[in-house]
């Protein structure tokens, strides 16, 4: 089993930067691909970006490129994403998320593993 805790949430003016990390403790060997999704009230939820442990990264497409990035110390198996020029569009809860496989899928049906997510409300 893999516990995932997630931080750094919380309110940004827009324009502003926040950095998210996504702590997995338990069996972390088994860990390969983490990743990040948002979901906004009433919408779906999205892929943000995901990130393999060896790098291979996933970013998605047109509204957080450019702005987000994604980045991962294998050695604590944290993950984090730092986004800056944040708009108010970005408010949602961010998840974690981990699994086995070797590649940053965009699917959650690939990912095992879920953090209860973190807020993050960006303010015009």
């Known amino acids: 089993q893999v516990h995932l805790v997630e931080s750094g949430g919380g309110l940004a003016q827009a324009g502003g930067s926040l950095r998210l990390s996504c702590a997995a403790s338990?069996?972390?060997?088994?860990?390969?691909?983490m990743g990040w999704y948002r979901q906004a009230p009433g919408k779906q939820r999205e892929l943000v970006a995901a990130?393999?442990?060896?790098?291979?990264?996933?970013v998605a497409a047109d509204f957080v490129k450019g702005r987000f990035t994604i980045s991962r110390d294998n050695a604590k198996t944290t993950v984090y994403l730092h986004m800056n020029s944040l708009k108010p569009e970005d408010t949602a809860v961010y998840y974690c998320?981990?699994?086995?496989?070797?590649?940053?899928?965009?699917?959650?049906?690939?990912?095992?593993?879920w953090g209860q997510g973190t807020q993050v409300t960006v303010s015009s």
């Open positions: 998320a981990a699994g086995s496989l070797n590649w940053p899928s965009s699917s959650q049906r690939d990912y095992d593993y």
């Open positions: 990130i393999t442990s060896g790098g291979a990264t996933n």
């Open positions: 338990g069996s972390i060997s088994s860990i390969n691909a």
